[in-house]
Nanobody, 124 residues
Framework: QVQLVESGGGLVQAGGSLRLSCAASGLTFSRYGMGWFRQAPGKEREFVAAISWSGRSTYYADSVKGRFTISRDNAKNTVYLQMNSLKPEDTAVYYC?????????????????WGQGTQVTVSS
């Protein structure tokens, strides 16, 4: 079955960096668009970044543009989220997701598969 496993979360001070990884199995990874979403306590899950199957198209939420970078390695079935200049408001559980259209999407409903999430905590 399809599995998406996130890793790389943790506790970091404001201004620091983290790199999240999401390893995919059970699907033809190179055909799927991939996305990162996050959910803070008491808030809805929100879009962070997305990337098309080829990696040529990327999309970002305004709140992370210029600080976060999404990338993928189709040979390793892995998508990454490099997070720099972290802020306390970036604290959330981060989820990766896969969508079969392959284009990448900002919409939660477009995604077919989700990981279990990894906690990112940014202290001030």
């Amino acid at each position: 079955q399809v599995q998406l496993v996130e890793s790389g979360g943790g506790l970091v001070q404001a201004g620091g960096s983290l790199r999240l990884s999401c390893a995919a199995s059970g699907l033809t990874f190179s055909r799927y668009g991939m996305g990162w979403f996050r959910q803070a306590p008491g808030k809805e899950r929100e879009f962070v970044a997305a990337i098309s199957w080829s990696g040529r198209s990327t999309y970002y939420a305004d709140s992370v543009k210029g600080r976060f970078t999404i990338s993928r390695d189709n040979a390793k079935n892995t998508v990454y989220l490099q997070m720099n200049s972290l802020k306390p408001e970036d604290t959330a559980v981060y989820y990766c997701a896969a969508e079969a259209n392959g284009l990448g999407s900002t919409r939660k409903a477009a995604y077919d598969y989700w990981g279990q999430g990894t906690q990112v905590t940014v202290s001030s």
